[in-house]
C-alpha cells in the first residue's frame, strides 16, 4: 500500500457487522483481576466530564464508590437524587471516544439511561453564560461516531419524542435557562479556527463541544437511550472572566437538570409498561 494514502476515517466501514471486542468481554475479565462482585450499576447514569459533580458530590460526602464497577480507566460513584433514587455517575471522560467507550460499558453492565452534561463554548449568542443547550443534534467533526453510522453532516437524538417532553419538563425550571438546539463537536478544541467556527455556526450550532455526536451515533446504532447537554459557560477564553458555571460551579443547576430528564424517561418507561399490561388485558379471552 502506498504509505501516503490516506486511512478511510470515514469510508468502508460494515457498521451492520458486531464488533469482535466486546464491552461484556472487557468488564469480565476487568472483574475477575479485580476481585468484584457481578452489581448492576443503577439505571440512570451520568457523564460529567468536567468532573465539577462529581468533586461536589465526594466533598459533601453525598457519594459512595459503585462495589461493582469494573472499567480499566473509571471510577463510578453512586449518589441519591430527589424523587429518582440511586444514579450513577462518571467524572472526566472528555472526549468522543472516551464518552463511548464508557456508555458502551455502562449499558453493559445495566444502565438504562445515560445523560451526559459537558461545558460547551458559545458560537451563537443566546445571551449571558451559562445556560444549557438540550442537543438535538450534533455535528459530526470527530472520528467515533463514522465507527457506528454512515457519514453524514449532524448525528440526531435518536429519540425525538423524548427530546421534546424533555424540553417541555425544562421550561418549568426556575432560575435555569435552557435552549434546544444543535452543537458543534470536535475531536480538536485548540484547533477551533475562525473558518471552523463560521462554518459550524453557519450550520446552526449554537455551541462546541466534544462528545455529544459520538454519544447519539452510539445511541443510534445501539437502541440505547442517550440525551446530551452543552453547559455554555464560555466564549472559547477571549475574554477574561470566562468558564464561570455559577453556584457550586454550576452542580446545582447541572443535578436540577439532570433530575428533570430521569423524571421524563421514568414517567415514559411506565407509560409503556402501563400500555403493554392494558394490551395484554384486552388479549386475554372472557372467563
Known amino acids: 500500500m502506498d504509505q501516503r494514502a490516506a486511512w478511510p476515517i470515514v469510508n468502508h466501514k460494515d457498521h451492520a457487522s458486531p464488533s469482535v471486542f466486546r464491552p461484556e468481554a472487557l468488564l469480565r475479565e476487568a472483574r475477575r483481576q479485580k476481585r468484584l462482585p457481578l452489581v448492576a450499576v443503577p439505571p440512570v447514569c451520568v457523564l460529567d466530564p468536567d468532573g465539577d459533580v462529581v468533586r ?13 464497577w469494573a472499567c480499566y480507566h473509571t ?3 453512586a449518589f441519591d437524587l ?8 462518571i467524572g472526566c471522560a ?32 443566546n445571551g449571558p453564560t451559562p445556560y444549557f443547550v438540550l442537543i438535538d443534534r450534533a455535528l459530526r467533526d470527530e472520528g467515533t461516531s463514522y465507527h457506528y453510522l454512515p457519514p453524514a453532516i449532524f448525528a440526531e437524538a435518536p429519540d425525538a419524542t423524548l427530546i421534546a417532553r424533555i424540553e417541555d419538563a425544562l421550561s418549568g425550571l426556575s432560575g435555569i435557562v435552557v435552549h434546544r438546539g444543535s452543537t458543534w463537536t470536535t475531536d480538536a478544541p485548540y484547533r477551533e479556527t475562525e473558518t471552523a467556527i463560521a462554518s459550524a455556526r453557519d450550520l446552526g450550532a449554537l455551541a462546541v463541544e466534544m462528545e455529544a455526536a459520538a454519544l447519539y451515533a452510539f445511541a443510534a446504532a445501539t437502541h440505547h437511550p442517550v440525551v446530551c ?3 455554555v459557560t464560555n466564549a472559547m477564553a477571549q475574554t477574561e472572566g470566562d468558564f464561570e458555571k455559577g453556584e457550586a460551579n454550576g452542580t446545582k443547576a447541572t443535578l436540577a437538570v439532570i433530575a428533570a430528564v430521569a423524571r421524563v424517561w421514568l414517567s415514559s418507561i411506565e407509560a409503556e409498561q402501563h400500555a403493554g399490561a392494558s394490551g395484554i388485558q384486552r388479549a386475554l379471552p372472557p372467563l
Not at 471516544?97 to 453492565?109: D, K, P, R, T
Open 229 to 231: 447537554f452543552a453547559h
Open 75 to 77: 471510577e463510578l460513584l
Open 56 to 68: 461536589h458530590l465526594k466533598l459533601a460526602g453525598q457519594s459512595r464508590a459503585h462495589e461493582g
Open 82 to 89: 430527589d424523587g429518582i433514587g440511586g444514579v450513577g455517575i
Open 94 to 125: 472528555v472526549g468522543a471516544s472516551f464518552a463511548v467507550l464508557v456508555a458502551e460499558q455502562l449499558f453493559a453492565a445495566g444502565c438504562r439511561l445515560l445523560v451526559s452534561v459537558t461545558s460547551a463554548g458559545q458560537i451563537t449568542d
